[in-house]
């Protein structure tokens, strides 16, 4: 165990994020989830920082995480917003703590960031939304059985019962409902489940997702929801359904198909993530 204590690593790797870019603020956190790192290619002026430069940070060991930080400009008509763009994630499957696995978010807090949009790819259980949709996380059910919250408090984080009535904001998904619109893109809504991995569910674990209220499943995305909201941070989160879920649908599911559904739809997905940042 890392006898430095949370708050002050996550001090450590925002003091090196400020120094390294040179902005003065950063107006959108946002993390990309397996095969969606194209956002970060399209920024202006980007200041590229590799996470094992980083203070504190963790590797991205997975295909289809990069694991570098991006920092720049995502032009509009009006203004410029300066983005904060993570290739790829660390995941507690890859056998991280999971203070280790939500560290950027609590590094994102440290430098004043409040807007976060988390993403993902996802394996679909609501049999309506099919392979290549979009699907924003109206809410989430925690079932990796463990809080990133977990341990000793240190009020400097943030509230030790940090009130979890609307995890993802409704005002950012009525944002992001009208950028797609504008595109013709259809976005569904749901709640997304959470689970260890790195295996695959099983079709019965599938209908447990199901039963359970779930309508997509993942090993991502709620451990750092729980710790941005214990700080004060706006969520938006989208995932990108690149399966259907076990039993869903027939046939084996591997992970070369989630790499190839995030390249399929990268360009589009880019675009309303663009619009979103654009008008957050």
């Known amino acids: 165990m890392n006898s430095t204590s949370i708050f002050e690593r996550a001090q450590q790797a925002a003091q090196f994020i400020r120094e390294r870019s040179r902005v003065e603020s950063i107006d959108v956190a946002v993390v990309l989830g397996s095969g969606l790192g194209a956002l970060a290619d399209t920024l202006r002026a980007p200041v590229i920082i590799p996470y094992e430069e980083i203070p504190a940070f963790a590797r991205a060991t997975v295909e289809g995480h990069s694991g570098r930080l991006v920092i720049g400009q995502l032009p509009s008509a009006n203004r410029l917003s300066t983005v904060a763009v993570m290739q ?17 978010v609590r590094a994102f807090g440290a430098l004043g960031i409040k807007k976060l949009i988390l993403t993902n790819a996802a394996g ?66 749901g709640v997304y489940l959470a689970l260890q991995g790195p295996n695959y569910e099983t079709p019965a674990e599938v209908r447990m997702v199901g039963l359970l209220g779930g309508d997509a499943v993942g090993m991502s995305t709620v451990p750092e ?46 675009e309303l993530l663009q619009r979103v940042i654009w008008k957050m």
């Open 88 to 104: 790829g994630r660390f995941h507690y499957y890859e056998g991280y703590e999971l203070e280790d696995v939500v560290l950027p």
């Open 124 to 189: 679909g259980v609501n049999p309506e939304f099919k392979q290549g949709s979009l699907m924003l996380i109206s809410d989430h059910i925690n079932l990796m059985l463990i809080s990133p919250l977990r341990g000793k408090h240190d009020e400097r984080l943030g509230a030790r019962f940090p009130d979890m009535t609307e995890v993802y904001s409704k005002a950012y998904r009525q944002l992001a409902q009208a950028c797609a619109a504008e595109m013709d893109v259809p976005l569904h809504e």
């Open 225 to 270: 929801a729980i710790v941005a909201r214990q700080m004060g941070m706006d969520i938006l989160g989208i995932s990108l359904i690149t399966n259907a879920a076990a039993g869903v649908a027939d046939g084996p599911i591997n992970h070369a198909e989630v790499m190839g559904t995030g390249k399929l739809v990268s360009g589009q997905f880019c």
